[in-house]
């Protein structure tokens, strides 16, 4: 059954999914600002895998104590969410986190976010949800005011060019590979596994094959060296781990991949915004100019879900 086929689902169901998403964004923005804030504390790949697996612990637990079935999963469901899954998670944590470090908040977040696009395409050819005018204009338009966010302020208390330049480009175009091929994974899997058990799955993949890779590249993980490290750690896994991607994967499950993508691309501004009042940065007039296109395209996707009724593919 394709996208055209199915009964869309009712008026406030899309609103809900589209705010889902964009409280998603908005909890993803303080990503960049707490991970810089533990680059001097501790390596970037270590932050990737402790954060995964203190959601993964939590996760666990949650579901030990009151949650049985989120450890009842068909094979498939392993292999599709817990491997590939997993895969794209252990892929992501890396790769951004080479990305802040190498390109800074700003630069990171700027190759990120050319996800909206991706997503809206590949929706098309893999999912078979339509790819309107207005969804692939509101793709660019926020793609386009990102990069003019985050060209047009300073880089002042970042880490860029803690990695190089160069390991900052590759890791921000992978995790922009890595969370694209996520969104159309999560629009599959939520409907048929639930947003939860979804994540736990994921979660734990990412964990085992990060475990496994950082190993075997002699970049094994260290535990966290201190009470602040701890503390910077538990903040992002209770934000950019849990809460958000329980509020993304809530989000597709009631908007296709294109509009959520464009909804959570808000991310960016909230963590150009933090730099700004964190770091003392600031924003030049094409910054500003930016910063009012990524409004201006998530507010159009939010009338977009507005007006779609549920007779409509």
């Given amino acids: 059954m394709t996208a055209s086929t199915q009964q869309a689902p009712p008026r406030a169901s899309r609103l809900a999914g589209y705010l889902l998403a ?21 390596p970037a790949t270590s932050i990737g895998f402790w954060r995964v697996l203190l959601g993964t612990v939590c996760l666990a637990a949650w579901g030990l104590l009151f949650y049985r079935e989120l450890f009842h999963v068909d094979r498939a469901g392993w292999l599709l969410v817990g491997l590939g899954g997993g895969a794209l998670v252990a892929l992501f944590e890396v790769a951004y986190q080479f990305a802040i470090a190498g390109a800074g908040v700003a630069g990171a977040a700027a190759m990120l976010y050319t996800a909206p696009v991706i997503v809206a395409i590949l929706a098309r ?34 880490e860029a060019a803690r990695l190089g330049l160069g390991a900052g480009i590759a890791g921000g175009l992978l995790s922009a590979v890595s969370y694209a091929l996520t969104t159309l994974m999560a629009r599959f899997a939520v409907p048929r596994y639930g947003a939860v058990r979804v994540l736990f799955l994921e979660a734990i993949g990412g964990v085992v094959i990060l475990g496994i890779v950082l190993t075997l590249a002699g970049r094994a993980s260290t535990p966290p060296p201190s ?33 959520a993508a464009v909804a959570a691309t808000i991310e960016p501004v909230v963590g150009t915004v933090l730099a700004l009042l964190l770091f003392h940065q600031h924003l030049s007039l094409p910054g500003w100019l930016g910063l009012t296109m990524v409004v201006a395209g998530v507010a159009g996707g939010y009338l977009q879900e507005a007006r779609h009724s549920p007779s409509q593919p």
């Fill in 22 to 42: 964009l409280a998603a964004g908005a909890t993803w923005g303080t990503t960049g600002p707490l991970s810089t804030g533990l680059y001097a504390l501790m």
């Fill in 125 to 158: 050819l893999i999912l078979k949800e339509a790819l309107t005018p207005v969804r692939l204009l509101l793709s660019l338009l926020v793609m386009a005011g990102v990069a003019l966010t985050v060209t047009g302020g300073s880089n002042a208390g970042a």
């Fill in 227 to 259: 009470l602040a490290a701890w503390r910077g750690l538990v903040a992002l896994t209770a934000g950019s781990v849990l809460a958000a991607n329980l509020f993304f994967f809530s989000a597709v499950k009631r908007i296709e991949a294109a509009p």
